[in-house]
């Protein structure tokens, strides 16, 4: 099918409108295609017959348009991955600071899963890189912090069955080890520490743990990068649930962290510390918020 529309000119960006969706249907019911899909005549026949029988209406709306609104450049909304990069990446004093939404609620009327959003993901992951390379070159860095959330289920410890998540795993651990030179920092939020990529754990030189790595394999996985100081983990496991307490001003968010954020890491030892309830607090203890403004 792409082959014929290729050669009626059709372009990707204009899938999504009707007069594509009725050159498809044509070319469908063209007796060298059914060929192609059957060499049985009783089949053909069959294939046809359902073709006619359908409503197509409902096949466009349906089928047809949640798939080719992907490709769709004038919807609206929409912005390629090249123009977001250099977005990012323009020569200018302030970077944005842009977020890359890819979950399904933000995917209506788009025929969307997991393969395409490692797809997409891919995508930008790959744009990152060249633009990283580009600047280099040129003996610019590019001064970027990329965070990744859900960091387990982009780059999990066991491989993915799916080829293209498998991609993007490789290509996360790829740039967390060769990217430092190119100005570009990475910080990999998860909910779980077990179940993170190894190999991404050993390139991270600051580690904050919160919450809820006290049991089982994520306290082992916790008490291996610690490295068994038993004080520490002690304290770590008194953490208490800040979800316990009813009222959100009574909350407290407590956090063990290691890596040079902390005075103490030319030890090796942790640092613990409760943070603030909400970012108004925090702007306001750093006067970046006066009185009740």
């Known amino acids: 099918m792409r082959e014929n529309l290729e050669r009626r000119q059709v372009r990707l960006s204009d899938l999504h409108t009707q007069q594509a969706f009725q050159t498809t249907w044509s070319i469908l019911q063209e007796e060298r295609v059914l060929k192609q899909i059957y060499s049985g005549v009783e089949y053909r026949n069959r294939l046809l017959d359902m073709i006619n029988q359908t409503d197509r209406n409902h096949h466009y709306q349906t089928y047809w348009l949640p798939v080719c609104r992907l490709f769709q450049s004038n919807r609206q909304n929409a912005v390629t991955v090249d123009s977001l990069l250099r977005q990012v990446f323009a020569q200018q ?170 005075p103490l890491s030319f030890a090796g030892t942790p640092l613990f510390l409760t943070v603030y309830n909400t970012p108004e607090e925090f702007l306001r203890a750093n006067q970046f918020l006066r009185g009740g403004n």
Do not use: C
Not at 116 to 126: E, G, M, P, S, T
Not at 159 to 165: A, R
């Open 93 to 262: 004093q302030t970077k944005p600071v842009i977020i890359v939404n890819v979950s399904r609620e933000e995917a209506r009327d788009l025929y969307w899963n997991d393969i395409i959003q490692a797809l997409v993901i891919k995508r930008l992951l790959d744009g990152i890189n060249l633009q990283a390379e580009l600047n280099y070159q040129g003996n610019r860095s590019l001064n970027t912090l990329i965070i990744i959330d859900e960091a387990h289920r982009f780059a999990p410890r066991d491989k993915p069955e799916q080829e293209e998540l498998k991609q993007v795993g490789e290509t996360l651990v790829k740039a967390s080890k060769e990217t430092r030179k190119y100005g570009i920092g990475w910080m990999f939020i998860s909910q779980t520490l077990s179940s993170l990529h190894r190999e991404i754990i050993g390139q991270l030189r600051i580690f904050f743990f919160g919450f809820g790595l006290a049991l089982g394999s994520e306290f082992m996985s916790l008490k291996e990068i610690v490295g068994g100081e038993a004080n520490a983990l002690k304290l770590y496991q008194s953490f208490r649930d800040p979800h316990s307490a009813f009222d959100i001003a009574s909350r407290q968010y407590a956090f063990m962290t290691i890596g040079p954020v902390s």
